[in-house]
């Protein structure tokens, strides 16, 4: 298995409204990063009026005590491969694995967007999660705890080996680079 396939397959952008339980259930349907991104975009416009064009996501082989990173002054938003796949493998649970993906992809995307401090970008993530998903949901909730509160297993098998690998995932952001296919 690639690691840039767990999503399968690429679907075009929905249309999304301001109702956090239709948010909610997108985001529970969503069947690749793009789609998941494009919901974290759409939040972070209605919440903030802020938006950002042109990431690309990454994963690869980084420290274990990082879920995910962007450099500032980047294009780039780098996942740790390590943790998602661990989070593949231990749950069959598309909404526990959007929730992960969504929160991550939306601490990082608020990075892009200037925000450096980390506590901020944690409080903000809470406040955009619930006005957009709803209050109490699961990525709302991810945002503010440690991930192995979620997921207790990563610590069992979150060992970290650097391969020095990075892996470019195709078709993200696509809303803003219509022109790629």
Do not use: C
């Not at 969503?30 to 009026?49: M, P």
């Amino acid at each position: 298995m690639r690691w840039v396939n767990y999503y399968p397959r690429a679907i075009s952008p929905v249309h999304m409204s301001l109702n956090n339980t239709d948010n909610s259930r997108r985001l529970a349907q969503a069947t690749s990063f793009d789609q998941v991104f494009e919901l974290v975009k759409r939040a972070s416009e209605s919440s903030l009026g802020l938006h950002r064009a042109g990431l690309t996501l990454v994963l690869g082989d980084i420290s274990n005590n990082v879920g995910a990173y962007h450099e500032l002054g980047s294009n780039a938003i780098v996942m740790n491969r390590n943790i998602v796949k661990i989070i593949w493998r231990s749950t069959r649970s598309n909404t526990r694995r959007n929730a992960f993906s969504f929160m991550i992809l939306l601490h990082e995307y608020l990075h892009s967007l200037g925000f450096t401090d980390d506590a901020q970008v944690r409080d903000l993530g809470k406040k955009i999660s619930d006005e957009f998903l709803g209050e109490g949901h699961l990525a709302g909730e991810m945002a503010v705890k440690p991930l192995d509160k979620f997921f207790p297993m990563i610590p069992q098998f979150a060992m970290f080996r650097d391969r020095g690998r990075f892996e470019t995932v195709s078709r993200f952001d696509s809303s803003s680079t219509p022109y790629i296919r």
